[in-house]
Protein backbone atom coordinates (compact mmCIF):
# COMPACT_ATOMS: atom_id res chain seq x y z
CA UNK A 1 0.00 0.00 0.00
CA UNK A 2 1.61 3.45 -0.97
CA UNK A 3 -1.09 5.86 -0.11
CA UNK A 4 -0.53 7.20 3.05
CA UNK A 5 -3.78 8.88 3.36
CA UNK A 6 -5.22 5.16 2.92
CA UNK A 7 -2.82 3.28 5.56
CA UNK A 8 -3.66 5.88 7.87
CA UNK A 9 -7.62 5.54 7.33
CA UNK A 10 -6.77 1.81 7.87
CA UNK A 11 -5.27 2.32 11.23
CA UNK A 12 -7.75 5.01 12.39
CA UNK A 13 -10.39 2.47 11.41
CA UNK A 14 -8.42 -0.39 13.92
CA UNK A 15 -8.08 2.23 16.89
CA UNK A 16 -11.55 2.81 16.76
CA UNK A 17 -12.67 -0.66 16.19
CA UNK A 18 -10.57 -1.67 19.15
CA UNK A 19 -12.20 1.38 21.26
CA UNK A 20 -15.84 -0.13 20.32
CA UNK A 21 -14.82 -3.61 21.15
CA UNK A 22 -13.45 -3.03 24.27
CA UNK A 23 -16.83 -0.68 24.90
CA UNK A 24 -18.82 -3.95 23.94
CA UNK A 25 -16.93 -5.81 26.25
CA UNK A 26 -17.40 -3.39 29.08
CA UNK A 27 -20.81 -3.23 28.87
CA UNK A 28 -21.16 -7.32 28.79
CA UNK A 29 -19.29 -7.27 32.01
CA UNK A 30 -21.32 -4.56 33.03
CA UNK A 31 -24.75 -6.21 32.52
CA UNK A 32 -23.08 -9.32 34.23
CA UNK A 33 -22.34 -7.64 37.02
CA UNK A 34 -26.30 -6.70 37.43
CA UNK A 35 -27.62 -9.44 36.70
CA UNK A 36 -31.12 -9.89 38.54
CA UNK A 37 -34.94 -9.84 38.17
CA UNK A 38 -34.63 -6.24 35.98
CA UNK A 39 -31.75 -6.74 33.67
CA UNK A 40 -31.85 -5.57 30.21
CA UNK A 41 -32.22 -8.93 28.73
CA UNK A 42 -32.71 -7.77 25.18
CA UNK A 43 -29.32 -5.42 25.17
CA UNK A 44 -27.25 -8.06 26.88
CA UNK A 45 -28.53 -10.52 24.03
CA UNK A 46 -27.80 -7.68 21.41
CA UNK A 47 -24.13 -7.64 21.89
CA UNK A 48 -24.22 -10.80 20.39
CA UNK A 49 -24.53 -11.89 16.27
CA UNK A 50 -27.64 -13.72 15.87
CA UNK A 51 -25.31 -17.07 15.38
CA UNK A 52 -22.96 -16.44 18.17
CA UNK A 53 -21.38 -18.57 20.21
CA UNK A 54 -21.07 -18.82 24.27
CA UNK A 55 -18.99 -21.05 25.72
CA UNK A 56 -17.28 -22.86 28.74
CA UNK A 57 -14.36 -24.66 27.95
CA UNK A 58 -11.75 -26.70 30.04
CA UNK A 59 -13.53 -29.64 32.46
CA UNK A 60 -14.85 -27.34 35.21
CA UNK A 61 -16.88 -24.77 33.06
CA UNK A 62 -17.58 -27.12 30.13
CA UNK A 63 -19.28 -29.06 32.82
CA UNK A 64 -20.92 -25.54 34.79
CA UNK A 65 -21.30 -23.55 31.75
CA UNK A 66 -21.90 -26.06 28.74
CA UNK A 67 -22.54 -24.30 25.19
CA UNK A 68 -25.06 -22.30 23.66
CA UNK A 69 -25.44 -21.40 19.52
CA UNK A 70 -27.11 -18.89 18.80
CA UNK A 71 -28.19 -15.52 20.34
CA UNK A 72 -31.53 -16.93 21.26
CA UNK A 73 -30.13 -19.86 23.59
CA UNK A 74 -27.57 -17.17 24.59
CA UNK A 75 -30.52 -15.23 25.65
CA UNK A 76 -32.15 -17.95 27.24
CA UNK A 77 -29.06 -19.10 29.76
CA UNK A 78 -28.86 -15.30 31.07
CA UNK A 79 -32.54 -15.34 31.53
CA UNK A 80 -32.29 -18.52 33.95
CA UNK A 81 -30.24 -15.77 36.08
CA UNK A 82 -32.98 -13.37 36.13
CA UNK A 83 -34.86 -14.17 39.68
CA UNK A 84 -35.45 -13.09 42.31
CA UNK A 85 -34.06 -12.76 44.65
CA UNK A 86 -31.03 -12.18 42.44
CA UNK A 87 -28.42 -14.87 42.17
CA UNK A 88 -25.90 -12.86 43.01
CA UNK A 89 -26.51 -10.28 45.94
CA UNK A 90 -22.81 -9.29 44.56
CA UNK A 91 -20.91 -9.89 41.52
CA UNK A 92 -17.95 -7.54 40.07
CA UNK A 93 -15.62 -8.58 36.80
CA UNK A 94 -12.11 -7.37 36.38
CA UNK A 95 -10.41 -7.69 32.76
CA UNK A 96 -6.96 -7.76 32.37
CA UNK A 97 -3.92 -8.92 29.97
CA UNK A 98 -6.15 -7.26 27.01
CA UNK A 99 -5.57 -7.84 23.85
CA UNK A 100 -6.94 -6.92 20.44
CA UNK A 101 -6.37 -8.00 16.97
CA UNK A 102 -8.61 -6.42 14.34
CA UNK A 103 -8.92 -7.95 11.12
CA UNK A 104 -11.13 -5.99 8.92
CA UNK A 105 -15.19 -7.34 9.79
CA UNK A 106 -13.71 -9.11 12.02
CA UNK A 107 -11.58 -9.19 15.64
CA UNK A 108 -10.10 -11.26 18.27
CA UNK A 109 -9.80 -10.85 21.73
CA UNK A 110 -8.45 -12.04 24.92
CA UNK A 111 -8.06 -11.04 28.63
CA UNK A 112 -7.83 -12.42 31.99
CA UNK A 113 -10.77 -12.21 34.04
CA UNK A 114 -11.30 -12.15 37.94
CA UNK A 115 -14.55 -12.33 39.10
CA UNK A 116 -15.53 -12.07 43.00
CA UNK A 117 -19.14 -13.14 43.95
CA UNK A 118 -21.51 -13.26 46.48
CA UNK A 119 -24.61 -15.57 45.91
CA UNK A 120 -28.54 -15.39 47.30
CA UNK A 121 -27.37 -17.97 49.57
CA UNK A 122 -24.74 -15.56 51.44
CA UNK A 123 -21.76 -18.33 49.91
CA UNK A 124 -18.73 -15.99 48.43
CA UNK A 125 -16.31 -17.09 45.32
CA UNK A 126 -13.40 -15.72 43.75
CA UNK A 127 -12.95 -16.92 40.15
CA UNK A 128 -10.32 -16.14 37.20
CA UNK A 129 -10.31 -17.38 34.05
CA UNK A 130 -9.31 -16.43 30.82
CA UNK A 131 -11.23 -15.22 28.01
CA UNK A 132 -11.09 -15.97 24.28
CA UNK A 133 -13.68 -13.64 22.55
CA UNK A 134 -14.27 -13.09 18.56
CA UNK A 135 -16.02 -10.20 16.84
CA UNK A 136 -18.16 -9.05 13.57
CA UNK A 137 -18.85 -5.99 13.04
CA UNK A 138 -22.45 -5.78 11.80
CA UNK A 139 -23.67 -2.50 10.48
CA UNK A 140 -21.24 -0.49 12.08
CA UNK A 141 -21.86 -1.87 15.62
CA UNK A 142 -18.96 -4.59 16.91
CA UNK A 143 -20.40 -7.85 18.51
CA UNK A 144 -19.61 -10.75 19.98
CA UNK A 145 -19.87 -13.99 17.91
CA UNK A 146 -17.72 -16.28 19.98
CA UNK A 147 -17.45 -16.19 23.90
CA UNK A 148 -15.64 -19.02 25.15
CA UNK A 149 -14.28 -18.84 28.74
CA UNK A 150 -11.61 -21.21 30.41
CA UNK A 151 -11.13 -21.49 34.40
CA UNK A 152 -7.72 -20.37 35.50
CA UNK A 153 -8.85 -20.57 39.33
CA UNK A 154 -11.89 -20.95 41.49
CA UNK A 155 -12.29 -21.15 45.40
CA UNK A 156 -14.49 -19.98 48.08
CA UNK A 157 -13.94 -16.98 49.87
CA UNK A 158 -15.53 -16.73 53.59
CA UNK A 159 -15.30 -13.12 53.82
CA UNK A 160 -14.42 -10.20 51.44
CA UNK A 161 -13.61 -7.46 53.98
CA UNK A 162 -11.76 -9.32 56.83
CA UNK A 163 -10.47 -7.40 60.32
CA UNK A 164 -7.03 -9.02 60.25
CA UNK A 165 -3.69 -6.94 59.98
CA UNK A 166 -2.82 -6.81 56.78
CA UNK A 167 0.69 -8.62 56.31
CA UNK A 168 3.10 -5.29 55.33
CA UNK A 169 7.13 -5.52 56.24
CA UNK A 170 7.13 -4.13 59.73
CA UNK A 171 8.70 -0.20 59.49
CA UNK A 172 12.23 0.09 61.10
CA UNK A 173 11.99 0.84 64.88
CA UNK A 174 8.99 -0.81 65.54
Not at 82 to 92: D, I
Request: proline residues 5%.
Amino acid sequence: MNDPLQALEQRLDALESASAIRACMNRYMQLCDDLGAHSPLDELAGLFTPNAIWEGKGSKYQEAFGGYHGRAAIRGMFATYMVEPAHFALNVHFLTSEQIEVRGLQAGGAWVMLQTSTFASGASHLNSARLSVTFECEDGQWRIAHFQTENLFSRPVSLWNHSARLPVPHKPGE
